[in-house]
């Protein structure tokens, strides 16, 4: 068992490697493997003529180069080597007719793959060819941690949810999923049997993590021929996931991150039964239900949702904001590409990429937590919860762009003397010339005092984009915005509809 490592390296590339057979089983580059395994894992693509690439390499690239100074192939192949390169393609002519023998034996000494590249090529479509690949990779990874956390939110709602969870990520892993006691026995598990070897190195890995304050939260390394990562359960009771897989992908953190959260709502201590309908409640929600289908079982309310951003980046960090803030009704969905919605970023009451919703009891105090920026909703009944997610989300953007720790949704004040539906009406009339994206940047421009740049973090826009916005809606309506009295209208408006 290697030693425990507290994350996945922070020097992860954006996407997965792909592996040299990928490029070499492309008809239309024509590569050719001179020597070493083909199997290497390619990060991206460094052409270089330089004598010595070895200061401008950072490791696990494919090099390519014509030998333009190509003097001592030995040595250029060692300096390749100490640099970490994954791989060496050698372009034939202009200056080779072929790819020289000594730099063929130098690389075959070191166990380097060696590429030949056929006249016919271009460097550039080699490097292409590589993205292409990479996006191709990235693109099924993410499908791949989606429908595992999709997966898992399933497995959550079943009658026994513990066994389900780890039922289906072991599944997802293709290995073994355990839930260790604080004692270091086996709670429960599920997936394939292990060689005896690897069970004690991950019980082992396990016992490192435990309930000790400061103690790290998670922890890899290798047994009995796997790869074996091991996570701290929320709750402070000594529990611990291990997980024991033939290989590691990109995404595996990602999803053993999910199964964590899940697993350590669903182990917390002091679960009432209540707790537990209620938490089948919202992963039904999560997965599509109609909310009035399931506002019998949330209660009566009135109900706080909570919009948050931040965090420390770890994959405990949702389950402590939730448990700071006494609930366990959370939804990390929001992290993935859009929040779950199909809305671009600019959508009103949209939770965008790396949101958190969470949803209060009105009678638990919202306050600020350390790391994190905060977004509160009115209280509002179980009926009325789309209308607080909305709320939610536009907080947190005020909160963003004030940069304030929490913003609470504010009531109407003297615009609730109004009458509702008239004042709905009036508004209707007097903002029919703006489509959506116009009269939300509006609004928010409005809410931030005219400040482009405040209302540019708000909806993340460039703020050009704000000002060209603000002067459509003013030529749209045949308002002077400079004008308080009709900024004010306007804004009541906009409040109103």
Do not use: K
């Amino acid at each position: 068992m290697t030693a425990p490592s507290p994350s996945e390296p922070g020097s992860t590339p954006p996407a997965p490697p792909v592996p040299l057979a990928a490029l070499l089983a492309r008809p239309d580059l024509g590569l050719r493997l001179l020597s070493g395994p083909e199997d290497v894992p390619l990060h991206w693509v460094h052409t270089s003529e330089m004598a010595d690439p070895y200061p401008y390499l950072l490791g696990g690239e494919l090099l390519m180069t014509a030998g333009v100074q190509l003097t001592d192939p030995a040595h250029y192949v060692e300096r390749v080597v100490e640099a970490g390169a994954a791989a060496l393609a050698f372009g034939v002519t202009p200056v080779y007719d072929t790819v020289p023998a000594e730099l063929v034996e130098a690389c075959e000494r070191h166990g380097l793959p060696l590429v030949e590249v056929p006249p016919r090529t271009p460097f550039t479509a080699v490097a292409r060819a590589l993205w292409r690949l990479m996006a191709e990779a990235r693109l099924h990874e993410l499908r791949r941690v989606t429908e595992a956390q999709q997966s898992l939110a399933a497995a959550a709602a079943r009658p026994a949810p513990v066994p389900a969870v780890l039922g289906a990520l072991a599944s997802r892993l293709g290995g073994r999923a355990v839930l260790f006691g604080a004692d270091g026995t086996e709670s429960a598990a599920a997936g394939r049997e292990v060689p005896a070897e690897a069970a004690r190195a991950l019980r082992d890995l396990a016992g490192v993590l435990g309930p000790r304050p400061g103690g790290p939260a998670s922890a890899s390394g290798d047994g009995g021929g796997l790869r074996l990562a091991a996570y701290a359960l929320a709750g402070g009771d000594g529990l611990t996931l291990g997980v024991a897989t033939e290989r590691r992908g990109p995404g595996d953190h990602t999803i053993a991150g999910v199964a964590v959260v899940l697993l350590s709502l669903l182990t917390a201590p002091h679960r009432g039964a209540d707790v537990t309908v209620r938490d089948g409640a919202l992963v039904r929600l999560l997965l599509g239900a109609d909310p009035a289908e399931v506002a019998g079982t949330l209660g009566p309310g009135p109900w706080t949702v909570v919009h948050a951003r931040g965090g420390d980046g770890t994959p405990f960090a949702t389950a402590s904001l939730a448990a700071a803030l006494g609930t366990p009704l959370v939804d990390a969905g929001a992290a993935g590409a859009d929040g779950g919605t199909g809305a671009g970023p600019d959508a009103p009451g949209r939770a965008r990429p790396g949101t958190v919703r969470l949803l209060l009891p009105s009678s638990s105090p919202v306050t600020a937590q350390e790391g994190w920026t905060l977004g509160a909703s009115a209280p509002m009944a179980p009926a009325e919860l789309a209308a607080a997610d909305a709320q939610a989300a536009r907080a947190l953007r005020r909160a963003e762009a004030s940069r304030a720790a929490l913003v609470r949704h504010r009531a109407n004040g003297f615009a609730a003397l109004v009458d509702r539906a008239e004042a709905a009406a009036y508004a209707r009339g007097l903002l029919a010339p703006l489509a959506e994206p116009l009269a939300e940047t509006l609004r928010v421009w409005l809410s931030l005092h005219g400040s482009w740049d405040r209302t540019a973090v708000a909806l993340d826009i460039h703020r050009n984009t704000v000002r060209q916005r603000i002067t459509r809606c003013a030529a749209l309506l045949d308002r002077d915005l400079d004008d308080p009295d009709v900024r004010m209208e306007l804004w009541f408006a906009l409040r109103a509809q």
